[in-house]
């Protein structure tokens, strides 16, 4: 008969309940049969079909206000005058806010339901991005961005573990859909920007747009998390004190792995945003069509960011796949450096495959822990630490581009960031559990 099992905080809509952390099968069984005895799950149903859009509008939001403020970025700097070192500042905050403030999300969700912190964080991003376009002030501008990147950074931390709790036999498929929500959101904000600024006829309605769909993000979670809040009220006094085993990543070796692959990743990622349009642009490229195979990589990666958490999820080990995103991405790379002008749109594919590193990434988050508990602070560890290895990137490859007048250099970076990357891969390609290493 089975134990009974211990609530927990972690509802989001009904109260949802995990079992105290014990030793589970073998990793190799578990690899094959699905993770072992995860915390119950929504059923099928309008409950889980309302996590389900809630999680998707979510994921569209959570770069919308990072990538169309880099496409309007010399619009904000004339219209608020901002000097370098404050326009350098509100590029490089993102990759803070989500290092400092996805490590607090653990703590919160000890605390409230995953549902409620989520409404106020998507609260967070719709009013930051209202305040920020209605400031004549430089510095208030930097500080309600900062606003609407912790609501970021919270929901960064949290989809992984929702998914884990909800729909823990469906790992790969949710993953993949709410990736792909995040790149076509994307990727929308950045082409989209900077033609409802010009329609309007100011860069403010440019970034402004953006608030609504936070707002709508919000709708999805505010009845669960009203269901939340009634079942905490209806819980016992030994319900409310129940143990729960602390889960700390960064003791363990499969941790810092998940965070080195996490950054190394991510790095490459941000310096590809930063700087492929300048590559191509100094191979002879007219600025359009260097923005356009810009362009070609994050549009590429929509069908990837769905495939690729899926295929992740079916197999036993996940060697195979990061081998081959370490091939894609180092042709990609050798190519842009021998010939960039030659076949630029076999090497914006290869980059595209390459940065299927970031789906699959978020998808073995979820598959590396038993529980909700372990899910959210594996993620918010691998996150965090991964974001302030991300931000060396594009000023690293900056700063080589500018001390050598070419791209051998930077590439050759980006190079060696990648062997970094393939040795955490295969450390976290064996399966594994991180309640077992805690």
Known sequence: MTPPATPTAYAAGTPTTTADVTPGPAPEAAATAGPARPDRAVRPGAGGVLVLVGMLLVAVNLRAAVTSLGALLDEVRDGLALSGAMAGLVTTLPTIAFAGLGALTPWLVRRFAPARVLVVAMLALATGQVLR???????????????????????????????????????????????????????????????????????????????????????????????????????????????????????TRLGWAMAVYFGAQSLSGYAIMGWLAQLFRDAGYHPETAGLLLAG???????????????????????????????????????????????????????????????????????????????????????????????????????????????TAPIGFLLAALAVQTGAGLVIARPRYIEDEA
């Open 133 to 251: 376009v209605v400031t004549d002030s430089a510095l208030v501008f930097v500080l309600t961005s900062a606003l609407a990147l912790a609501g970021i950074a919270v929901a960064n931390i949290l989809l992984p573990m929702l998914v884990k709790q909800h729909f823990p036999h469906r790992t790969g498929l949710v993953t993949g859909a709410y990736t792909m929500a995040l790149t076509v959101g994307t990727t929308v904000a950045a082409a989209s920007a900077v033609p409802v600024a010009h329609a309007f006829g100011s860069w403010r309605v440019g970034l402004g747009v953006w608030a609504g769909l936070a707002a709508l993000a919000v709708l999805p979670w505010v009845p669960l998390a009203l269901r939340a809040r009634a079942a905490a009220r209806r819980a016992t006094p030994t319900e409310a004190v129940a143990p729960r085993v602390r889960i700390r990543p960064g003791r």
């Open 297 to 407: 990589v994050t549009a590429l990666g929509v069908p990837i960011a769905l495939l690729m958490p899926t295929m992740a999820g079916r197999l036993r080990t996940l060697r195979p796949l990061v081998l081959s995103l370490t091939a894609a991405s180092t042709l990609a790379y050798l190519g842009l450096a021998l010939a960039p002008h030659g076949a630029a749109l076999l090497w914006v594919a290869l980059l595209a495959i390459g940065q299927g590193a970031f789906p699959l990434i978020l998808t073995v988050i979820g598959l590396r822990a038993r529980t909700a508990e372990g899910t959210v602070a594996l993620s918010a560890f691998a996150q965090s630490t991964g974001y302030v290895i991300a931000a060396l990137g594009p000023l690293l490859v900056g700063i080589l581009y500018e001390a050598t007048g070419g791209w």
